[in-house]
């Protein structure tokens, strides 16, 4: 398969656009980083002495986890700001 012009695989199971699929309770995605994301993920994973795929893994569960705190957030905010309303209206 040929891949795009400064985009390098970073594990045997990359492809173009995303393939997810569920083993054991996990999602499996393949996918594509451009040349220098790449390399600055293998220096980070070698430098903390961890996997590649490791590495990417904590840095996906640090994302979500900082999306669905910030979610929280907002959402308690918008509860906060219209609680007389939905008092009103319930």
């Not at 795009?4 to 499996?28: D, F, L, Y």
């Amino acid at each position: 398969m040929q891949l795009s012009a400064g985009v390098r695989r970073i594990a045997p199971a990359v492809v173009a656009g995303r393939r997810r699929t569920r083993q054991n309770g996990c999602m499996k995605l393949s996918l594509e980083i451009p040349d220098p994301q790449a390399e600055q993920l293998r220096e980070t994973a070698e430098r903390l002495g961890v996997a590649v795929e490791t590495l990417a893994q904590a840095a996906v569960a640090d994302l979500a986890g900082q999306c669905a705190a910030d979610f929280e957030d907002a959402a308690a905010r918008v509860l906060k700001k219209n609680e007389e309303l939905y008092r009103r209206l319930a």
